[in-house]
């Protein structure tokens, strides 16, 4: 069955995407080419919506970015020529508050440092506003369009750079240069610095009346450092400065309210400031009183915006297999919810002039079209169509909600995707993926190609995504299980999990598989010291020494709380780093494992997976390390991202079915056609594996 649904693929993708009449699997290369919609801004008059759409470009291997503008009117896009590198993604949009044009980012014709241009619809024409000495990162117009803050790097001497960029400086470890903020005036078209000084920010925002800007002030801009930021506010009038916030903790998204006497941002603390808690929308006044809006709600804030008239709070909220908009009235404390159903809002914004929500929603048959909502009861206005011809064209999985009960009762959630071509009764060779974080939560529709659902759906695998304790979505308590140990209870709900499934006649007993990317990783490395039940494994940037992991990652602040401390403090608690590091137990393992791991990976180094990989094969069993050049912690190079999706499915046919895979690469692939190719890469390992 599943040899056959191979061969049509191959044929499938040579022929090219609609060679069919009928729908057909997704196919590796098809996961990568999708297209994916982000950074949605409709015009504050609501006639055009601007949205970027990713192009993947195989020969060049790199994904890009390009700009789309619709006509809503006619529904037609517009010809908008922004003259940009065909090495380089189109920015997003900033649109004026009169809808006339956008100011868009790209660097000018010969140089290195991206600046801020404006394109006129009417006239059909873009000028360079901006040109700075460093590259111009974000803006924000002010509500009146007389000009915008923009976030940019501090600058340093001219006589530094020169050195530095000639190789007679080593900068610091971790260096990072400050960011400030200046304003552009469109009358003078001058710009001039607003906040700067011996710190970064982070974090801007402009108030309703434009008379206010917001932002975090920090000591330093490295990525763990956020911890270490207050909320500061700038009187554009007086040129007052006002420090609203004085704590140890993060505050993400600061906002002011519509009368300026209110101060909301999500952190991850409780009421009195502890941290690792759940992410809640905080609200503080003027006087100085804060509160943690929904202390008992089973609900991550992913995001918010005040409402029309600032008597309350919009929220993006995840409760664990959904995320939903939702809104939070002061007075009375009462939460309504906004949209509904098996979906994830992955994009959410909010035009308070125009009471409108701009939102990208993914399903188990979308990868996310933007839609347009004013009021909830009217519903959704399509704002795309991308996908439209997708039930023509691919044959998409069943996701749906499945429930068990892990130890001491607890009542566990997981996403399961069925495969294509399900019959009742008969059992399925078992993909079990966890997700990252992991402070987060699997989600219906999850299209990211780390997991690529369709396409393992589509080999005739059922898929498993537990969200296990430590996780987002479920209230506190759930969460901080994580508090002390970080292998507590995780893993055993996983199990717990693959069990149910066992039992509910739905997966192979004989045919169990594990994969997963980052904390998902993480969980890979555990899992196959701790039984022998898995046929083969992926681990993809997984941690394997805690103490090592701390002291390399560039965030290592929240895994404090979960192991009691830093490795470096009075006292520290090695131990406790050590007893829940897999290494500690690698020689156990007997699972076939792959490891996947970018070279330039900050976030889990690539240390980790070799140490993992070195120690399994010490055992004996097969394993195979891929350590990707000049990709972060998350592949970002298509040949890279479908080499993964390939050797994967490779392995898990070969030791978990017994079967050859045919991976299948586009045509850009080959510059004679393709004849005789042998890509597979675990005929070699199973060679050498012992007998099941």
Do not use: C
């Not at 809002?345 to 035009?351: E, R």
């Not at 608690?573 to 897999?582: A, C, I, V």
């Not at 699972?591 to 004996?620: C, K, W, Y």
Request: glycine content about 8%.
């Amino acid at each position: 069955m599943i040899r056959a649904i191979l061969l049509l693929l191959l044929v499938a993708n040579l022929a090219g995407p609609r060679a069919s009449a009928d729908p057909r699997p997704m196919s590796p290369v098809d996961m990568i080419e999708m297209p994916r919609l982000s950074l949605g801004e409709l015009s504050p008059d609501g006639r055009y919506f601007a949205y970027l759409r990713s192009e993947t470009q195989w020969r060049e291997n790199r994904i890009v970015n390009r700009l789309r503008v619709i006509d809503r009117t006619t529904g037609a896009p517009l010809d908008i020529d922004l003259h940009h590198d065909e090495a380089e993604s189109d920015s997003r949009v900033w649109w004026h508050p009169d809808s006339s044009g956008f100011v868009y980012l790209k660097k000018p014709e010969g140089e290195k440092k991206q600046q801020a241009f404006f394109y006129h619809l009417e006239r059909g024409e873009a000028r360079q506003l901006t040109n700075h000495g460093e590259t111009v990162l974000d803006v924000f117009w002010l509500p009146n369009g007389a000009g915008f803050y923009f976030t940019t790097a501090q600058r340093q001497s001219t006589e530094n750079g020169r050195l530095l960029n000639q190789g007679w400086l080593i900068p610091p470890f971790e260096s990072n240069a400050f960011r400030e903020v200046w304003f552009f005036d469109l009358a003078s078209q001058l710009a001039e610095p607003v906040v700067s000084g011996g710190f970064s920010v982070r974090q801007v925002s402009v108030s309703r009346d434009g008379q206010s800007l917001v932002y975090s002030r920090l000591p330093d801009h490295r990525f763990d450092s956020t911890y270490r930021g207050d909320v500061f506010v700038l009187n554009r009038e007086t040129g007052e400065t006002v420090r609203w916030t004085g704590n140890n903790y993060s505050e993400t998204l600061p906002q002011l309210s519509p009368d300026g006497k209110s101060l909301a941002y999500i952190a991850t603390v409780n009421q009195e400031g502890e941290a690792f808690y759940e992410p809640k929308v905080f609200l503080k006044t003027d006087s100085g009183t804060v509160q943690r809006l929904l202390p008992r709600s089973a609900m991550e804030a992913i995001g918010f915006a005040w409402d029309q008239d600032g008597t309350g709070l919009f929220i993006l909220g995840n409760t664990g297999l959904r995320a939903n908009l939702f809104h939070y009235t002061l007075s009375t404390g009462e939460l309504r919810q906004l949209t509904r159903g098996d979906q994830s809002i992955a994009f959410w914004a909010y035009d308070a002039r125009a009471d409108t929500h701009t939102l990208r929603i993914e399903t188990a048959q979308s990868p996310g079209e933007f839609h347009l909502m004013r009021d909830p009861a009217e519903g959704l206005e399509p704002l795309t169509a991308e996908y439209a011809d997708w039930p023509e064209t691919f044959l998409l999985p069943r996701q749906e909600q499945v429930t068990w009960r892990g130890r001491w009762g607890a009542r566990i959630e997981g996403l399961l995707v069925y495969p294509i071509g399900y019959e009742r009764g008969q059992r399925y060779p078992l993909v079990t993926i966890t997700h990252g974080g992991p402070q987060s939560s699997a989600r219906f529709g999850t299209w990211f190609t780390t997991n690529y659902l369709p396409v393992l759906a589509g080999q005739g695998y059922m898929v498993l995504l537990p969200n296990h304790r430590g996780g987002t979505g479920y209230g506190d308590s759930f969460m901080r299980d994580m508090a002390g140990r970080y292998f507590r209870n995780s893993h055993h709900d996983v199990m717990d999990g693959i069990d149910a499934m066992i039992d509910r006649g739905l997966a192979d007993p004989d045919a169990l598989i594990k994969m997963g990317w980052s904390a998902g990783g993480h969980m890979v490395n555990k899992l196959i010291t701790h039984t022998d039940r898995f046929k083969v494994a992926s681990s993809g940037a997984g941690a394997s020494d805690w103490l090592s992991m701390h002291g390399e990652s560039d965030s290592r602040h929240p895994r404090q709380f979960i192991f009691g401390g830093t490795p470096w403090q009075r006292e520290a608690p090695r131990r406790e780093y050590t007893r829940d590091s897999p290494l500690r137990d690698a020689w156990k393992v007997s699972t076939p494992t792959l490891f996947f791991v970018g070279e330039n990976d900050t976030r889990v180094p690539p240390t980790q997976s070799i140490l993992m990989h070195r120690a399994v094969l010490a055992t004996g069993t097969p394993s195979a390390l891929y350590q990707a050049e000049d990709e972060p912690h998350n592949f970002r190079k298509p040949a890279n991202q479908l080499f993964k999706i390939n050797t994967e499915l490779d392995w898990y046919a070969a030791f978990a079915l017994r079967q050859r895979f045919e991976p299948v690469l586009p045509e850009a692939a080959f510059v004679e056609p393709a004849e005789n190719v042998d890509l597979s890469q675990a005929t070699a390992a199973l060679e050498e594996a012992p007998s099941p």
